[in-house]
């Protein structure tokens, strides 16, 4: 709070004294940057407690290991002061042995009942037995007993009902002695000599009745009785016949003919607007009249001098005055600039020596050079170019004023007006419209031609009568040669049977054949005689490169023994230390 009270009333000084505003900035500047560090002071006070960096919890750390080390240090040198001087360590008290104890288990509580029937037998009447049903199936039970919900009471064995422990070995053992139950004899009560009654023989009741499929074939007499029973299921009944329908015969009705259809044409949107366009046409032609030319007065003011245009102001030459920077008045500080520096990667060191203390490598602050620098060149280069410019700017010619003529008013030119012409409607120009067109003069040119063909068919031009002019005919008779047996009128030709053609082919295709094998047997020969020369050329390689050729003797520099001159190891007790023990 004092901190703050001290800052408020430096800058109403600040405020309220006679400063320049630099000034009153950089003080103002400084003035916040000094409250910043002593708030971040009385933060770091009020709250020791922060949490630390790894760096920090890594060097805490460190110090720790030392401080152990320095402890064990002093030990060591403690218990070696005292073996010096003859001082036995503190011998170790010798615990005593551990006694074995039995284990007790919760499950022991736990364990079921064994049955009766290992630990004592019960006697059962045979005579008895033998008359009782084989399967309890087949015993005959009552109704069922309703009987209340025990909710209160768990199903858990109570401790009471727990029998003493007995262990497996021990039941093995008994099980072993114990005779087995149908080797027992039975309760030597007095038999009854009651006569004994004749047994009744009752049918086995068999899984396999349940499972026996019918018949699946049907006897003729079982299907006409089906076929009879569906006959009687179905019978047809004639209902009566309705007695209206013979009345409401004789008051038949023609039935009403509808007038024909009457065709409509179609309300088109196009039709609607051309007949729209027609009427408005109409009505413009009929409002259109011939315009006439109104001119208005000339005012007078035109004629007594210049309308219109304002007055040319006189413009004085523009006085050039040096710009009052601000840069002369400020005090130029040579800034330093630090180069920001990446940090280094954390690297976790090894793990520490506990024989030797521990050195931490601190890392190395390097210092940052600051090369002077200033904004002389910069300024020089602004000033020169802006000197230039207003050179440039005194040296433009200033632009002359040019008034435009005055218009003709005695003329008057108006635009002609433009006159829209209606919309010409154009038939469609399809491709169908076009091919139709083609296939038309097509078929009309084939039809001339076929016209005309006709007509020069049916014109008749007879032709000069030759015949009367010809010698007349003549009959000659063939000479043949005559063959025995034969009529000479006949003529013998030489005739080719199918076998003798299918013999000639059949011959071709032997001669083709053979002439394929011979060639595939003289291709076969010429490839095994290639494989065998390729393969005695391989024979005679192998046995070339297998013939041995003898390495000459090799002499190298004689082995000379050394005697070592590293010394013998000197055995030593070891340092045995109990320091460490419990």
Known sequence: VSGCLVVQYQHRLVLSADYSREKKKKH???????????????????????PCSSEEQELERIRN???????????????????????????????????????HFNTDTRIKMTTSSSTSHKEVDFISQLRKPSSP??????????????LSTGNKRKAEESEPYVPMAQRIEQFQKRTPERYHLRSPSPVKCDH????????PKLMTRQRHRPPAVKSSAELEAEEVEKLQKFKFKALELNKKILESAEELKKPTVKEPTVPEGFELQIEKRLQERQVTKKSQEEEEKPHTF??????????????????????????????????KKRIRMDRK??????????????????????????????NVEVCPFSFEERERERRALKE?????????????????????????????????????????????????AVKNSRWEQMMKEEQKQQEEASV??????????????????????????????????????????????????????????????LMEEQQRQEEEKREKEEIARLRQEQVHKAQPIRHYKPVALKKSEVPLTVPQSPNFSDRFRL
Not at 28 to 37: D, G, Y
Not at 69 to 79: D, G, I, M, P, T
Not at 397 to 424: C, H, R, S, Y
Not at 494 to 501: G, P, Q, V, Y
């Open 137 to 150: 199936a087949k015993v005959v039970k009552g109704a069922t007993v309703p009987k209340p919900f025990n």
């Open 337 to 366: 600039v630090e180069e920001e520096k990446k940090p280094a990667p954390f690297k976790v060191p090894p793990v520490p020596h506990y024989g030797l203390p521990f050195q931490p490598r601190l890392p190395e602050h390097h």
């Open 28 to 50: 103002f500047i400084t003035l916040i940057l000094v409250f910043f560090l002593f708030s971040i002071k009385c933060i770091s006070k009020n709250f020791p407690n922060r």
């Open 294 to 327: 109104k001119p208005q007065a000339l005012p007078k003011k035109i004629l007594e001098g210049v309308v219109g245009l304002p007055e040319k102001k006189v413009l004085l030459p523009t006085v050039p005055e040096s710009p009052a920077f601000a840069l």
């Open 388 to 436: 230039k410019k207003l050179e440039e700017i005194r040296n433009e010619e200033v632009p002359q004023f040019k008034a435009q003529p005055l218009p003709d008013f005695d003329t008057v030119v108006l635009p002609e007006k433009k006159k829209l012409e209606p919309t010409k409607p154009e038939p469609f120009r399809l491709l169908i419209d076009q091919r139709g």
């Open 65 to 103: 290991l030392q401080k152990e080390v320095a402890l064990h240090r002093k030990k060591n040198e403690a218990s070696y002061k005292a073996a010096l001087a003859g001082n036995p360590p503190p011998k170790k008290t010798v615990l005593s042995t551990t006694v074995p104890k039995e284990f």
């Open 460 to 521: 008749f031009k007879a032709r000069p009568n030759t015949v009367t002019h010809k010698e007349p005919f003549q009959p000659k008779k063939e000479a043949r040669p005559a063959v025995e047996g034969i009529n000479s009128s006949t003529a013998v030709e030489a005739f080719e049977l199918s076998t003798e053609r299918r013999a000639k082919e059949r011959q071709e295709y032997e001669r083709l054949a053979s002439e394929k094998e011979a060639l595939r047997a």
């Open 196 to 203: 004994l009654k004749l047994t009744q023989p009752h049918t």
